[in-house]
């Protein structure tokens, strides 16, 4: 993984997406874990930048991947606002999608405090509200 | 509200007992919400009744009505057709043949009783109650020699409607009459001193009576209600929270002057936000969540992690904190979260059902609490609520979403 500082992205108010699987969302609510990592991600955050998937074709490839007809919609937390949470945010291109980043959660602590700043990195995203498909639509 | 008919050519069946165009409000959607669907079902025992008093009427006051003539009388919901408003087709079902009676074979005895007398009465009752309700509409009083003993029946004819809903029944045919709620009251009242509606209204509550399974309530102006709830669990619900400001949602007996006599049937909407869905349906939800769902390796949520929330959640239903939105999580566990004010909370329990992990953090200041209970804990709930009153310190009373 591309921890690095070539591939460290400077703080800006570019989106980095993030895609929530149907049982995340309840009676419109996300689930507060959408933005922490799992267990097997090792502190490490997967996200889209915007600037390169945007939130229609991100959502539009997530469901494609997953075989679902609808989801809980592409949410987002800016570059700037990680960074304001003391999480850098990397670009890390895989093959099948060159918009791929890691944001790196290490930095914070152990899995409480990760929870704990995803927390706080969930509440920005929910602030800002659902990018796609639109809030006003049904998903 | 939209009452535009819609082509009743197009609407039309040949075999439709009665056709009703229901408008306005809720139906400006083309559908008919399911809750209407008993206003149906009591239409069919409005025609009963009234048929058979007409038949005494024709036959004599003394007479009975025949065996089988109410079995005779079944109709059904054959389809529903959308347009600016929703109609109802209900044509009249033929009657579950009977299986024959034990006795020697003969030939006719074999064959199923199909043929039962086709009593004119329905039909003619359903014409008293058009122009019953026609009559009412146009003068806005109910004709003197409408039967006293019939008026109590329109209480569940309608009820689910909204003021701004009406019925419009005969639709199609050469004289539609328009059934609302005005007019559904007006009949009631006109030989009663009371009528059924909606409840929809803030009491507090304020006890009960265990041994009755009775809640008592009192309304804004300290007025006292009881009701009955429907489960045990309910009842220990309201019961458990006394005091508490909550929302009731059903049917209740009101005078002529709309006054609130008799709570009837009654939900309780406990007020503290959180999440609406009663939290079984989310668990049953959860239990059905394939495994893969995240990441095409993760595990389906652990059977012992939902039922160690269940149960955690069963006592906190008695606590006056609102209920909080479930979820499943990759590990296999299942987390509850909550938001209150500024704060984002989570009870999650591990994929063992062995581990509860509690974290909540203020996203205004950044404070956070922590706190991990091994199971089965006899202290689980007062370890619980500490960690609720943690964030709650500020606020007198939670209110979530």
Aim: aromatic residues 8%; charged residues 25%; negative net charge.
């Amino acid at each position: 993984m591309p921890i690095n500082d070539q591939s460290l992205l400077p703080a800006s108010d570019e989106l980095l997406t993030r895609q929530v699987h149907p049982s995340q969302m309840t009676e419109g609510r996300l689930s507060s874990r959408s933005f922490t990592p799992t267990d097997k991600d090792a502190g490490h955050l997967s996200a889209d930048r915007e600037s390169l998937l945007s939130p229609r074709d991100a959502y539009e490839s997530y469901l494609q991947r997953k075989k679902l007809t609808e989801a809980g919609g592409t949410w987002g937390v800016s570059i700037q606002e990680f960074v304001i949470l003391g999480l850098a945010s990397y670009a890390d291109p895989i093959p099948d999608n060159s918009a791929h980043v890691l944001v790196d959660f290490t930095s914070v602590g152990d899995a409480k405090k990760q929870q704990t700043v995803g927390k706080l990195a969930y509440a920005k995203a929910k602030a800002r509200g659902r990018l796609h498909p639109p809030p006003d639509s049904a998903a | 509200m939209t009452d535009t008919p819609i082509n009743p050519e197009a609407a039309a069946t040949d075999d439709a007992f009665a056709r009703f165009r229901f408008a306005g409000g809720r139906f400006d959607s083309h559908t008919i919400p399911l809750e209407v669907l008993p206003d149906l079902a009591a239409y069919r025992k409005l025609v009963l009744e009234v048929a058979k008093m007409l038949f005494r009427r024709r036959m004599g006051a003394r007479v009975r009505v025949p065996k089988g003539f109410e079995d005779s009388f079944q109709i059904g919901l054959a389809r529903i057709e959308g347009g600016s408003s929703a109609v109802a087709d209900m044509p009249r079902l033929r009657p579950v043949a009977s299986p024959p009676p034990q006795q020697p074979l003969k030939f006719a005895a074999n064959q199923p009783t199909f043929d039962q007398p086709h009593y004119p009465d329905f039909d003619d009752a359903r014409d008293y109650i058009d122009n019953l309700i026609g009559s009412v509409g146009s003068t806005g009083s109910v004709p003197p020699e409408f039967p006293v003993e019939l008026a109590g029946l329109f209480n569940s004819f309608g009820q689910s409607l909204h003021e701004d809903e009406f019925i419009e029944l005969g639709f199609g045919g050469a004289k539609p009459v328009r059934y609302d709620t005005f007019i559904r009251k007006k009949i009631v009242l006109s030989r009663e001193t009371t009528y059924e509606n909606a409840v929809d209204a803030l009491f507090v509550l304020n006890g009960g009576v265990v041994a009755q399974g009775a809640i008592h309530v009192l309304d804004v102006t300290g007025v006292s209600f009881d009701f009955q709830p429907s489960t045990e669990f309910e009842f220990k619900k309201a019961y458990n929270r006394a005091s508490e400001n909550v929302r009731l949602v059903g049917t209740g007996l009101y005078d002529k002057n709309e006054r609130l006599r008799r709570l009837l049937s009654v939900n309780v909407i406990y007020s503290e936000g959180g999440a609406t869905q009663p939290f079984e349906l989310r668990l049953e939800e959860i239990r059905s969540t394939p495994a893969g769902w995240y990441d095409d390796e993760n595990p389906a949520p652990c059977p012992a992690a939902i039922e160690a929330m269940r149960c955690l959640l069963v006592d906190v239903s008695m606590q006056p904190v609102p209920l909080p939105h479930l979820y499943p999580l990759p590990s296999g566990g299942i987390a509850a979260e909550w938001t209150i004010g500024e704060w984002e909370a989570s009870v999650e329990v591990d994929e063992t059902g062995s581990q509860m992990t509690l974290n909540s953090v203020n996203t205004n200041t950044g404070e956070d609490v922590d706190m991990v209970i091994d199971l089965p804990s006899t202290k689980l709930m007062s370890q619980f609520m500490t960690f609720m009153n943690a964030m709650s310190t500020d606020e007198e009373t939670p209110d979530a979403n």
